[in-house]
């Protein structure tokens, strides 16, 4: 039986190579080669999984010296659907033959997307790279899930570093021949989801590391080389969900919300002048500013509550980043638009949250230093001369402008903030605080007031 499944193989392919030669044929011809490979495969699965002749990797060896075979006449016929028809099913026959998804099957499975590369070279075949990518993707999330505790976790890691690795490796190699340079990008980011998704079963910081590695290396790739605008823009954009991976996986709890806005610092200064930099930064912003409402709510600001010392560090450090992020975006987007009502919206938003920002740095600071009585209560008047200094400090920006038509903005935000300290002080600190804590308040926030009314009654002289 299993002589003739062989000789019945090769029979289909030396007639399909007859065939080939014929007008008209070559349909008939490849399909002729694809029922012989076929064949050549279900031999295999019989001396290995029926009559149990051969072990597995015996067996996977010999199917891949099949699978090569048709691969190779894939290539000397130049027509990818051979090549699909080989590849595919050796894919669906390895799982069969190992009758698991372990260790031994994603060994195969990535030297065999390896092996197949060459295969593709100088050939613009976007549904074989996707296979050879969906080979070493697939089993690998499924050995991620499927892991026991007798598994080599550290040998499973390298082989998702690995996957990530070839598949890069083999956009690179084929992407000047490719017409479709944003289903290679993307099939690229998809060879790199192991490593991503590496944290379900490898130890943390192996995981950490190896998407911080990911983002660093998808980053470099953008910037070295004469890439399509497209590719770089998603490679750049895969970037920035591994840093955020990396990140939330490496600094679990308090720390993260800081390093995620320090690193959005970062970005927005070293790409502003990149649309895709800036709108990486904002996203990293603004999960940094949730994660910093989450352990500073209101209500942690309008009770006086105590919080552990991590908890009120983090939110120190996040206030200051809060505001320095605020400050970096508004200034970067408003230098590049024109558009004075979106301009001016912007800047609202980013005084609020600045705002919401220095009450919780004053707040927690006097907390912290001072308990929840005189420290609470001490850290919102300082709040509140804060926000009036921050409106003064938008004024004497505003005046400076030789531009008078960008003074609108700095005005306007000035006021708002201006009206929002004169409702704090009102509403809530003449209720709340007591003592020399609302005396100071009225009498700094009124001196303040008057010279900011002294001060624009001036410039309007002038």
Known sequence: RVAGGGALAVALVAVAARLLGRPGGRIGAIALAATGIATAYLDVIAVVTVYKWLSAPVGLVLAAVVGGAGLTLARRWDSEHLALLVLVPLIGLAPVITQSVDLLLVSFMLALSAAT????????????????????????????????????????????????????????????????????????????????????????????????????GMLVVTLLGNHPLIATRIWSVWSAISALIALTVAFAGYVEGPVLLALSLVVAIAGRQDAVARWIAAAFGVIGILLFYSYAPLSALVRATAMPTSVATSTLAASLLVVAFAVVMTRTYVAIQQNSDSGGLLIAAAAALIAYAVTAFTVTAGVLLGGTGGGFLAGHMAATICWTGGAAALFVYALRLDDRDRRTEPITAGLALTGAATAKLFLFDLATLDGIFRVAAFIIVGLVLLSMGAGYARSLAR
């Open 117 to 216: 590369l060459p295969v593709q070279l100088g050939k613009d075949w976007v549904w074989m790279h996707s296979a050879r990518v969906a080979a070493t993707t697939l089993p690998l999330l499924v050995a991620l899930v499927a892991v026991s505790r007798h598994d080599n976790t550290w040998l499973l890691g390298g082989m998702c570093a690995v996957a990530a690795l070839s598949a890069i490796a083999g956009c690179l190699i084929l992407l000047p021949t490719a017409k479709n340079a944003a289903a290679l990008a993307l099939l690229t980011c998809a060879g790199t989801v192991p490593v991503l998704a590496s944290a379900i079963a490898v130890d943390r910081m192996l995981a950490a590391t190896m998407a911080a590695a990911l983002a660093i």
